[in-house]
């Protein structure tokens, strides 16, 4: 049986070690086979990825798609140097791709943490994700995985649920192809998102206001599932060829950080 346990942290709001700060609050408590999912806004804090909006000198092509969308030139300057490809944007979002994810505004967030910065994502989430599973190795002796989470509108949902950005000593795509149903129908394209899923369940608890729980310990995950291999991004990712969205959607890739319309 699964079990998830909510860590609840200090407030920060600048760089700091999350090694020792996970250690000190739940060190104690780790066992061989548990799953921390923790959160990619977290994460980035502690590398000190915080931007204040002041510091930011926007381009003239920053200030025309700010002016289209309703944006600060500042932040719609910072979307820009973080997406690898703009799809287009309403007013107050703009759609972009970011390591093969399809994420509003590139990622960065403006909620918990103080008004004028803004949160970029972790600069290498698997990088992250493996040096804190190392780290509390080195310091408890544990076999731990580590899952980088963060928070994704869907499609026509309302709402938001989690999505894995890294994770590390965990296999975060189990691959099904192959395999049969309940009558025997041989799965062709079935996939199931692990990663992902743990980074759901783990929003249930972590919420989106001010919780402070930007750590899930996951207890009871499969032990065929913990393997020492590491996901970044793109590992998540499929092409806008392959997404049946998108195609549906009839979009064609752009060159990075166009003039779209």
Known sequence: MISLAPVRTPRMDSEFDLPALTDGLVGDDLRDGDVLVVSSKFV??????????????????????????????????????????????????????????????????????EHGRVVLYPRSPHQSAEFLREALRFRRGTALGVV?????????????????????????????????????????????????????AAQLLMGESDERTPIVLVRGVSETLLRGREYESRDFAISSEECVYMRSLGYEPKRKNPQFS
Do not use: H, W
Not at 71 to 89: A, H, M, N, W
Not at 153 to 159: A, E, H, S, T, V
Not at 170 to 199: C, M, P
């Open 44 to 113: 980035a804090i502690s590398e000190g990825r915080v931007v204040s909006l002041s510091s930011v000198l926007p381009r003239a092509e920053a200030k025309e798609v700010a002016a289209k969308y309703g944006f600060s030139p500042q932040l719609c300057e910072l979307i820009l140097r973080e997406s690898d490809e703009v799809i287009g944007g309403v007013p107050g979002f703009i759609l972009a791709v970011k390591s093969g994810l399809l994420t509003p505004n590139a990622g960065i967030d403006k909620s918990n943490i």
């Open 148 to 200: 980088i989470s963060d928070s994704r509108l869907m499609p026509m949902r309302r709402g938001t649920v989690g999505v894995a950005l890294a994770c590390s000593g965990l296999e975060g795509i189990l691959d099904l192809r192959g395999k049969g149903d309940l009558f025997g129908n041989i799965l062709r394209v079935t996939s199931q998102a692990i990663a992902d899923d743990l980074s759901s």
